[in-house]
């Protein structure tokens, strides 16, 4: 019902002026990543999401995918756009050309996603899974697997599937009960149940590529009894082309909150002989492959949350320029657009501002990532790869949390016409509300970053971050006297790196002696994480513009001082929450688990 | 799909312990408010809830109302549970013996309608509707619209309505186009169409009692030109038995996000020959009845949110108690129930610790409501009135805002299961959104809180308030070195107080000179507000619990116990936000309105 454009202008000023395309571009093997070329790439996938995708996403919230004689068949137009998706080579975009890829950078490929993802959540989810299958075939596959499989993966010809989840095994993989048996010719039989397996089957393709995490012919209880297997749809035939029907169905669609032109399926594995399979990797190794694919999807999880959120802000701002309702509070002969409302306003201000923290903070993890895959210097690659592992779990919790705030408030700027879905604010609302659960729900990530991110290195890759924010404030500091908003930001971004670096003090140190009460306030110390990182990503937005500004902006002046006051508006309603925190986070521990369980 | 259970136990510590029962039955008329007596009451009417009205709630999500020949039809099992509600007797509670009702306080009507509310959101709306209708009619109405319509409303064989939205106006009722002409009979015919009118039309009731906003013949442009009219469905014949059709009638439906079961009408009045209505009150004071009908619904309204957070904490705990996934932190030897992980436990506490202190709030506004309504002392009565007028947009606004994002903790509490809606999680999130927006949106509240409740007389009924949280902190002092709770809440509460003042000097400063300023900021403000007030009765509660263990509290412990803990935990988790909001309130004004409308 509401349109999407691309927001190609923020897009390339956090690509170009806050993350910097042209020292990714200079990394070996992104040549391709030229800043006049990627503009125009950038600008032929924004046609593709706001004309293509964009529009299909109300028909695929009313049209649910259907099961058809052990098919599933998606909504009106979804065969189609993926059609045109594909031979465009967009799904290819971030991989390499012997592949059949664009070979552009993940910062680049993060920005085309964002388009995706915003024109159509449900849609984009299918690539989604796709690229995290790439990802682990690239890492681990054999050669043969790669040659037989990446090309038609890489061009969008076949999808792919992530296959955990059973119902006893959620966040638990390690109750995951599916077996594997081997054959003698080397493959594998596989049984039993899978369920929520996104784009699990549909007819948009010849084949789905499905990498499936089960329990190995002697493998263990537990994670560390887990592989991971390749199972085709169709067995490919000597020439690589779709065969023999596999042995794998899907026998249930799930009837979802939101995101329904994803088909959600419940899979079977194995109800005849067996569904063949083909070891990925080495055996047992699993759930570390898993990760490998997982690691990826968290961010472009993050990155779902700022698309979504952009495109509610989008149709907030839309409708609180034409719904004209009441009077100006200083006074008008007649009506006013509900823009001019000061409570109106704010909230559109406060979207705007989380918006662009959360993109930058997902663009710049992107950029770590092709750091930490390319850089010449170890060192630096090492180091870069630190900052992905510590930034993802805090760019899918907090920009996912951050998403269903602002998809709720744009139904609030809409008043009562929100809450009917013809207005489709309300699907936005719902499709949101996927995020912070799937790929590791946001108390996993909290969890993660506490245990494995901060303490697990006694906080040393979080030293680099907080080091990098004072260098930033270092920056900041020559401007602040000059500028009303650079001293704004300067203030709060100090206090809350002050309050965060004491937050980690209290992890690092409570984690080993008291790891339920560190556990307890994981999701509050990212909360506070996600605040200050986004105030240091509002920082370098306002030094970037600034810098700009003073250069002679050429036309941009009134972008760049819109980002500026934006970043004053990040600082106060925002990021001045940071500090009040930690308070929680050092006290908070002593009441969470005090009651019994029958208290409750 | 969830069970429900009136929080029995909470409600009677907030009655007789925290709000006072004793004191508002000792009130003039209110006799029948023997606590024993409303003991039994509450049980009875949870009965009712539990067993008859919540089993229908997610029946009714499934089959929405339906137009069938100009009448709407309700989900299966409505109208006979809306049978056995009537003839129980509940929808009388807090009205006068002589109409019928059973001469309730407020305070213990607010306690029982929670049950409604809880059980069956969709349902609660049909009597909250008629109250509103009724309180109109016992104000304003002529000795003979009483006698003709109060016994039939207050019994519930005839349902209310309230009539005010147009297309053109919500917010805005001045832009109202509905309009009334006088007949010679002293009667009106009304034309126009109302949008948005909940339960509009329905088949439980053989009449219903529409209260109607519309231009009065002579009515001048603006809300000064409108009258409120009552316009039955069936005109009532000589015997005030349901005669002869009026031309009033529901002709669409609308596809809402949530609450399905509740018909949201589109009504056509005077598509043929005008439909009859007569003058309530007044001609040209409509706007002013409007209030009185939407006063006490703002507070059933916030009483909402209270309800359904209820209904999903109880969802989310019965879950977490018994989804077995994942070791404990500590170590255990097999998997464990997601209510011994700590993110999930503090997700728990945190819906816990806030419902009760919306709880608390709530009750406290029903019983100020029967304090100005009947206390002998005018003075007495004045302070209360003045206490309901400042609390009401809080508790509807910070009550509502809460219980959105508790039913989303909710379906995060389920992960993947909570995204099914199967599973009924996502039916509370659904139908929760509709609060904010109803009777007057949130925004709308701030802006009468901080304009009309606060800056009109200087701060005044704020200092009351103020003064009151600094007494209760007066009585804390005594305690605070021998209990670590009571000293958390006293400290926080310490700080939200005088943040608070500041603050509430800020708005009575800025409202004058700058309004738009303070109008930015007004959300703001009464979050600030929400979270004190409410800190304030968990103040309240923890000394109420403890007085009650020292005086030997009869098998009662572990509740008690869970009080102060819970207490302890608003202060550390929910309170303590609320003195970061000081500086948003008073710089924040500074970016909100700095953009031009093509900057966003």
Known sequence: MSPY???????????????????????????????????????EGGKLAGDVLAPLNAVGDKQHPWLENGVVR????????YRQFAEGGWNGAPFEEEYGGMGLPWLVSTALQEMWQGANLAFGLCPLLTQAAIDALREVGTDAQKALYLPKLVSGEWTGTMNLTEPQAGTDL??????????????????????FITWGDHDCTDNIVHLVLARSPDGIAGTKGLSLYIVPKFIPDADGNPGVRNDVRPVGLEHKLGIHASPTCVMAYGE????????????????????IMMNNARLAVGLQGVAIAERAYQQAVDYARNRVQGRAISGSSGGVAIINHPDVRRMLMTMKAQIEAMRGLVYDTAAAIDTADRHADKDVAAAAR??????IPVAKAWCTDTAVEICSTNIQVHGGMGFIEETGAAQHHRDARILPIYEGANGVQALDLVGRKVARDGGAAMGELISDIHATLADLSAETASDIRLNAIHRHLSAGVTALSSATEWVVTTMPSDPASAASQSAVFLRMFGLVVGGWIMARSALAARALLKAGAEGDERYLEAKLVTVHHYADHVLAQAPSLLGTITAGGQTVMALAEDQF
Do not use: H
């Open 5 to 43: 454009a691309a927001p190609l202008r923020d897009m390339r000023f956090v690509l170009n002026d806050v993350v910097g395309l042209g020292r990714i571009a200079a990394l070996p093997g992104l040549e391709n990543a030229d800043p006049e070329l990627i503009a125009q790439v950038l600008e």
């Open 74 to 81: 998606t909504p009106d137009g979804f065969a189609e756009a």
């Open 174 to 195: 390690g109750a995951i009960r599916t077996k594997a048996e081997k054959c003698s010719d080397g493959s594998y039989r596989l049984k039993g149940q899978k369920i």
């Open 272 to 291: 005849e002989e067996g569904a063949v399979g083909w070891l990925v990797g080495e055996e047992n190794r699993g759930i570390e492959y898993m990760f």
């Open 386 to 391: 630190r900052r992905v592992d510590l930034l």
